[in-house]
């Protein structure tokens, strides 16, 4: 009990933070959406997030994210006299997508936050019409620079976003990013700033559609100047799971 005691204390704690931070830039914290990241997490700890109410939970691996939302699905249909519950949760595929696993994922993932070539979201669009689904992306940008992380450059992400718009059976609705893991936070503001943006500049020029809503960007360490610089997702889990 005291463990999952930390847990509602440390949403909480999550909760009131991106309330203040919306509060002080003037933002409605309605359009914030948290998704908590379960990767970390036993299938106790998931089950409590559930239970306070939080139905979207992300995944960095396919095989765990397969793993757990049939443990989590098979949890609510145990539980399904339980009023407070949910009938079921949304996953979320935050980590990098093989196009051999594209597959596997799209039963489970009610978003996508990954898509970072052509390729890949031809493979997601071409097994998406075979499995008669209509999943949602994210186009993932590399606003950092950084060589060693995957998403698309800047420079490209435009042309990237207009060939995707093109695809059927599947619906660009965003993109995301990931800042460099550092103490500085203007280093961590200049990547967040630059993909926000990067999401104006595509709908000013009417690139993408009206679905075309969402910046998911922020984690544990950086998520207050996501909230300041205008993401509506946030993927955050050892904020919630640590200790």
Request: hydrophobic share 40%; glycine share 6%; proline share 4%.
């Amino acid at each position: 009990m005291f463990v999952m005691s930390k847990i509602s204390e440390r949403l909480e704690q999550v909760k009131e933070t991106i309330n203040s931070v919306c509060d002080r830039a003037g933002r409605d914290p309605g359009e914030v959406k948290l998704i908590v990241v379960t990767k970390s997490a036993s299938l106790e700890a998931v089950k409590e997030v559930i239970r306070l109410g939080f139905t979207d939970l992300g995944e960095n691996r396919v095989q765990q994210l397969k793993k757990v939302s049939v443990q989590v699905a098979s949890f609510l249909q145990m539980s399904a006299a339980e009023s407070d519950l949910p009938k079921s949760v949304n996953w979320h595929m935050i980590g990098h997508l093989q196009r051999n696993k594209v597959r596997q994922v799209l039963p489970a993932a009610s978003l996508i936050h990954s898509v970072d070539t052509l390729r890949l979201a031809e493979e997601i669009s071409a097994s998406a019409t075979k499995l008669n689904l209509h999943p949602k992306v994210l186009l993932q940008v590399n606003t950092s620079n950084e060589p060693q992380k995957y998403g698309v450059p800047v420079g490209a992400a435009t042309h990237l976003a207009e060939q995707i718009g093109t695809l059927p059976n599947m619906e660009l609705v965003g993109l995301m990013t990931m800042a460099p893991l550092t103490h500085n936070k203007e280093v961590v503001r200049v990547c967040f700033v630059r993909a926000r943006e990067l999401f104006d500049e595509m709908c000013g020029e009417k690139i993408v559609g009206p679905q075309f809503k969402e910046l998911s960007m922020g984690m544990s360490s950086d998520y207050e100047i996501a909230v300041a610089e205008g993401g509506t997702i946030l993927r955050i889990g050892s904020a919630i799971f640590a200790g």
